[in-house]
């Protein structure tokens, strides 16, 4: 079984054979097996799911990007899990601090 993600290995976060990824169609799926096999996993609560980023097998942070809409632009979400992907808790990207990048993080403003 084979599964398609988007360019770039932002989307992809392995831990040996336990890998993590976010699909071509914005799906998060793991695999324990090293890719032989894939489940869809509980998903987080964000938009448009972009970057993945796992600290350990228990820690992990899915970017969301915000959404441009015609008169505005809405930022986007970032949720981490503690237990493992079991749960997840989201928060609101700051304004001013766009998701729509492919590095979000450089634009963002900083307040000192």
Same mark, same amino acid.
């Given at each position: 079984?084979? *599964?398609?993600?988007?360019?770039?290995?932002?989307?992809?976060?392995? !831990?040996?054979?336990?890998?993590?990824?976010?699909?071509?169609?914005?799906?998060?799926?793991?695999? !324990?097996?090293?890719?032989?096999?894939? /489940?869809?996993?509980? #998903?987080?609560?964000?938009?448009?799911? +972009?970057?993945?980023?796992?600290?350990?097998?228990?820690? +992990?942070?899915? /970017?969301?990007?915000? #959404?441009?809409?015609?008169?505005?632009? #809405?930022?986007?979400? /970032? +949720?981490?899990?503690?237990?493992?992907?079991?749960?997840? #808790?989201? +928060?609101? *990207?700051?304004?001013?601090?766009?998701?729509?990048?492919?590095?979000?993080?450089?634009?963002?403003?900083?307040?000192?």
């Amino acid at each position: 079984m084979s *599964l398609a993600v988007d360019d770039g290995n932002e989307a992809v976060s392995p !831990i040996g054979k336990n890998i993590w990824a976010i699909s071509s169609s914005d799906v998060l799926e793991t695999t !324990i097996d090293g890719g032989s096999s894939w /489940l869809r996993a509980v #998903q987080p609560s964000v938009s448009d799911p +972009a970057v993945l980023s796992r600290v350990n097998t228990s820690v +992990a942070y899915v /970017l969301g990007c915000g #959404q441009i809409t015609h008169n505005d632009s #809405q930022p986007g979400d /970032l +949720a981490r899990t503690d237990d493992g992907g079991k749960t997840w #808790q989201t +928060a609101p *990207l700051p304004q001013g601090c766009p998701a729509d990048s492919a590095r979000p993080w450089d634009s963002c403003s900083r307040n000192p």
